[in-house]
């Protein structure tokens, strides 16, 4: 898999090198039809034990990245790392774990 973290050398980032303008998220970012069930495995401050959530995918058009499966909760944008298979010790499922790669700004 392409690490996805790499992409923030391809935009222009802001605010300490920790975010986006609203206009450079929409001109390189679509939200898609397709779900994906995910964890934060704990750095929500709420998910230790691999407690997993449901998001909307979003896609990129940066060149080597539209593979990506990318989403965003609230003003962070994160990625989906397909490597990682953590456990959800309530229903015993894996999923994949969302890392933040950068925020949002407001328009």
Do not use: Q
Request: aromatic share 10%; hydrophobic share 30%.
């Amino acid at each position: 898999m392409t690490n996805a973290y790499t992409m923030r050398n391809l935009m222009e980032l802001g605010n300490y090198n920790t975010s986006i303008t609203r206009e450079a998220f929409e001109a390189h970012f679509t939200k898609t039809k397709e779900s994906v069930r995910f964890t934060f495995n704990g750095w929500d401050g709420k998910s230790y034990d691999g407690e997993s959530r449901s998001a909307k995918v979003i896609r990129t058009n940066l060149p080597g990245y539209e593979e990506v499966r990318l989403i965003k909760v609230g003003k962070h944008l994160c990625y989906i790392d397909e490597d990682t298979s953590i456990l959800e010790k309530a229903t015993g499922e894996k999923h994949p774990e969302a890392s933040w790669l950068v925020e949002v700004e407001r328009a």
